[in-house]
């Protein structure tokens, strides 16, 4: 007899260990189903179902009931899964649409200051000065790097923006850097730039350049003139900006 009560007591322990089991596996099924995985469970773990009308919990988004006749309470054996759930992924949905908000003004702002650029490089002619050879032109460098290369105090070459964009041609000769003349010397321009730069800390500053008013010149380091590209021998402009000297300089040159 005893044997059979406990051969029955196992049965039945194992029966009821199956049923909880399956009970288990059936309540992880429908929570799957409802959306409650492992990570939805971290976003509502804390949180607690204010009234079960409007939804309200009190990590919101709606943290305040509002409801006509008052809040109504979840009780004892109300299910706030599922409200819990709704009140995550609308968190979520907000979070992610204030993301994209500041993303969007963020690009906005980069585009405003693309144009304004653009806008200072269309009204250069307004701050044009000089003679009939060469004129002045300003250009408002952000402050950062500068995308060109120099030669003595010429452009040697375009790397990138924002000179590129900027319009800074190849052959320009840096006259100025925030109305400070600065001499024929990179090493010592590197250093007016720098200075000047730690002094803005942000914002733009004018680089002022000596540019040609017309195709077909090339400037003469060693005169320190814009002449025409039929006043220099090929192998002198072969030489590039900073480095080459019109056909009367060099020939000048050669009688020492």
Known sequence: GNTMSRAAALAERKGSQKAAIAEKKAQ???????????????????????CTQCGATTMGPVTKC?????????????????????????????????KQKELQRQQ???????TKKREAVADLDVELQGDDIEVQVVVPFPVGKLGMSLELNCVSN?????????????????????????PA?????AKTVGRIFKEVKGGVVEFKFRTPITHGYQFCC?????????????????????????????EFSGMF
């Not at 409650?36 to 804390?46: D, P, V």
């Not at 990138?160 to 109305?179: H, N, T, Y």
């Not at 005169?223 to 060099?250: I, R, T, V, W, Y």
């Open 185 to 189: 010397d990179k090493a010592e321009i």
């Open 28 to 50: 992880h099924e429908a929570d799957l189903a409802m959306g409650l995985n492992s990570t939805m469970a971290k976003l509502i773990k804390g949180d607690e179902l204010l």
């Open 108 to 114: 906005d702002a980069v585009a405003g200051a693309r």
């Open 158 to 182: 375009v790397t990138g923006d924002p000179a590129q964009e900027l319009g800074v041609k190849k052959g320009w000769v840096l006259f100025s850097v925030r109305d400070e003349e600065v």
């Open 66 to 98: 509002e409801c006509v006749g008052g809040r109504r309470k979840p009780g004892p054996d109300y299910c706030c899964k599922q409200q819990l759930i709704d009140a995550a992924k609308a968190r979520s949905a907000a979070f992610n649409a204030a």
């Open 222 to 250: 060693t005169c320190n003139k814009f002449q025409e590209e039929s006043a220099f021998d090929a192998a002198q402009l072969a030489k590039g900006p900073g480095k080459q000297m019109c056909a009367s300089c060099e």
